[in-house]
């Protein structure tokens, strides 16, 4: 073939790797190096890039397959759902958003909570799902947080939090910032009966979440490079006209300059969750393996 007729091929049929169609739920490709994966090796490695080592975000069901001990889970709170208090509406009503995120991700709020074990501690524990408008917080994110620490304190038991959000939910105004406040009362009283709330921070973590629970954690733990904050750099930087500190509001800053306690890779969170829980667990040996005996087992003691 001539060299023109091989120019000719190749421009008929490009093949560069952004240029690829990715067919659903079989490959994947990384955000970050464009590195394309086999879906299931992806999830096996737990959303980790083996080629650059991105932290992609981790679907709320699958993180907590991953640290709850097999079968303990029990989701509490599920049946909440929005409500559309502002009537809002912007591109798409604020009912047909939910509505789409519900059907596109089979779940119908940006957290799971629930009781399980981690490790044969038993523990209540929410997981925000970042698939679901942002991980936003709105009323049903906040009732649900609040509950689970309302229930965690009457059951005397230890909370872990896996937060990622986008922050307040702007549709629902008003509503939903208060949900910084309500939570972060819940997380008080808890807090002042000398329970242990462990809070894990995932990329990102911003806005109104970081300014509520998520940073009230007795023990703050990072994913390793998550960006954590109230506002984004560029917006910072845009407002203040000043030029950021290298790596400002990773967990690597966050953690010289004391802001988190420690940084967790992934695949170590389970085992370390388990550690702290039973170091913290261990001034309430009443309410070891009670998890699934529920409450009245409790309230004997
Ligand atoms: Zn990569």
Request: contains cysteine.
């Amino acid at each position: 073939m001539t060299a023109a007729g091989r120019n000719k091929r190749i421009k008929d049929f490009p093949l560069k790797p952004k240029q690829r169609q990715i067919p659903d739920g079989i490959f994947n490709k990384c955000r970050k190096c464009g590195t394309i994966f086999v879906q299931k090796n992806f999830e096996e490695n737990l959303f980790i890039c083996k080629e650059c080592g991105f932290y992609h975000p981790m679907p709320a069901r699958k993180r907590i397959e991953n640290l709850a001990d097999p079968g303990t889970f029990e989701e509490l709170y599920g049946e909440l759902a929005s409500a559309d208090p502002l009537g809002f509406k912007a591109i798409e009503a604020y009912t047909d958003r939910i509505a789409r995120e519900t059907a596109k991700n089979d779940i119908n709020e940006a957290i799971i909570t629930g009781r399980c074990e981690i490790g044969g501690n038993p523990t209540y524990l929410g997981v925000m799902e970042q698939r679901f408008l942002m991980a936003s917080m709105g009323s049903v994110v906040g009732e649900k947080v609040t509950r689970l620490f309302e229930d965690a304190l009457r059951d005397r038991l230890p909370v872990v939090m896996v937060s990622a959000s986008g922050g307040a939910r702007m549709h629902e105004g008003l509503i939903s910032l208060m949900q910084m406040a309500k939570t972060s009362a819940a997380v008080a009283r808890f807090s002042q009966a000398g329970l242990l709330y462990i809070s894990v921070l995932t990329n990102p973590t911003m806005a109104g979440v970081m300014a509520s629970y998520a940073s009230l954690g007795d023990i703050i733990i990072a994913e390793p490079r998550a960006l954590i904050g109230f506002t984004g750099p560029r917006v910072i930087r845009e407002t203040l006209r000043i030029e950021l500190p290298k790596g400002f509001q990773e967990s690597e800053f966050l953690l010289e300059h004391g802001q988190i306690d420690m940084i967790v890779e992934r695949k170590a969170l389970r085992s370390t969750l388990a550690r702290l829980l039973d170091y913290g667990c261990n001034a309430y040996p009443s309410n070891r393996h009670s998890a699934k005996g529920g409450t009245s087992a409790r309230k004997e003691g």
